[in-house]
């Protein structure tokens, strides 16, 4: 146990360049925004108009039929990306961890600092994946923290305002985990693969937890929340924590906006089930737009492998074919992810054969 647990914690120990904080730059009410900011590739970017475009829904209370399980393979095969509604995680526990969430980016820059990012950690407040003086930067800020196993906490980036913040992200990682393990039970009956060969992989997952702040901004349209990107994980779970839109999904070269259901997950799947699945499913490049007048506040909970094994095609999907993916460690997987930018789908690009 005391190796794996100091294996991981090395892991992490990357850290990224210290850049200003967004959320302060932004109530300076700049006539112009630096120019670390601007993005003019995205002038050329097309966003699709068709509202009838929309992510599929899954109703996690039918999964026990046929039909609603055919709907959470076409939404992993086609899509990658999907709603789950009737999933089971408590309102309560919901709305707790939005309000949470919410009072923590509320609070004065020097209170939300005591938690901040330290040399030679990826955890706490701040930035990540900024590897670099020159390269452009998001309009966000986040709190990333390693939420499960409990073992792997470091409390220290924890935050103790609001008061009941530590309860909350307890009981939120913990139902997330079950509802991460319901879905990768159906998920395995849907590839065709040993349930029980895939559960062992997350028994004792690494789960962190990402609150995504995204201030407004007078120059929306020329800059982004979050860059192109697919999740180095196996799925990603997306809490939308207030009204504002800004989740945008890439498919057949458009950008295609997500309007979230109230009360609704939005899950991806991430690179590492598209290597599990030896690509029968496929990780999808998102990114996140800001609006010029409201601020916009999201919470993601990645579901990774635990420690010790590899992320690789599953043996029983490459009996008969031919594997498309290379198996690595996942900590040389998790290093490769995070000492780099945020950069489409270049973990994909690395795996591949």
């Not at 935050?159 to 139902?175: A, D, H, I, N, Q």
């Not at 509802?179 to 065709?192: P, R, W």
């Not at 799925?235 to 989740?247: C, D, I, K, P, R």
Request: proline share 6%; glycine share 4%.
């Amino acid at each position: 146990m005391e190796t794996m647990v100091e294996s991981t914690v090395q892991l992490e120990r990357f850290g990224y360049l210290p850049v200003e904080n967004v959320q302060a730059l932004s109530s300076k009410k700049l006539d112009n925004i630096p120019s670390r900011y601007i993005r003019p590739e995205i002038e050329s970017d097309v966003v699709s108009a068709d509202e009838s475009l929309q992510i599929p829904v899954i109703n996690v209370s039918k999964l026990d039929h046929e039909d609603e399980q055919k709907k959470l393979h076409f939404a992993c095969k086609d899509w990658g990306f999907f709603q789950i509604i009737n999933h089971g995680v408590a309102d309560e526990v919901i709305e707790k961890m939005k309000t949470d969430a919410q009072e923590f980016f509320d609070l004065p820059l020097e209170e939300k600092m005591v938690c901040a990012q330290v040399p030679g950690h990826i955890e706490g407040y701040g930035q990540v994946f900024v590897v670099s003086e020159n390269q452009k930067l998001d309009w966000s800020d986040m709190i990333f923290l390693i939420s499960q196993p409990a073992h792997l906490r470091d409390m220290r980036f924890w935050p103790t305002k609001p008061p009941s913040f530590r309860e909350t992200m307890e009981k939120y990682t913990t139902e997330l985990h079950k509802l991460m393990i319901q879905l990768m039970k159906l998920i395995a009956n849907n590839l065709g693969t040993d349930p029980e060969m895939l559960l062992s992989l997350f028994e004792n997952e690494i789960q962190s937890i990402k609150m995504n702040y995204y201030p407004p901004c007078a120059e929306a349209s020329k800059v982004l929340g979050a860059s192109p990107h697919s999740d180095a994980t196996a799925l990603t779970l997306l809490l939308h924590a207030n009204e504002v839109e800004g989740l945008q999904i890439k498919r057949d070269q458009k950008w295609v906006p997500v309007k979230p259901i109230p009360g609704a997950f939005t899950v991806n799947v991430g690179d590492v089930l598209e290597i599990l699945s030896n690509g029968e499913y496929k990780s999808i490049e998102h990114r996140a737009v800001v609006d010029r007048e409201k601020e916009r506040l999201s919470i993601a909970s990645f579901h990774n492998q635990k420690m010790g094994t590899q992320i690789g095609p599953l043996p029983d999907l490459v009996k008969t074919n031919k594997a498309l993916y290379r198996s690595i460690p996942v900590e040389e997987f998790r290093k490769m992810k995070l000492t780099s930018k945020q950069d489409g789908k270049f973990m994909i690009r690395k795996m591949k054969l």
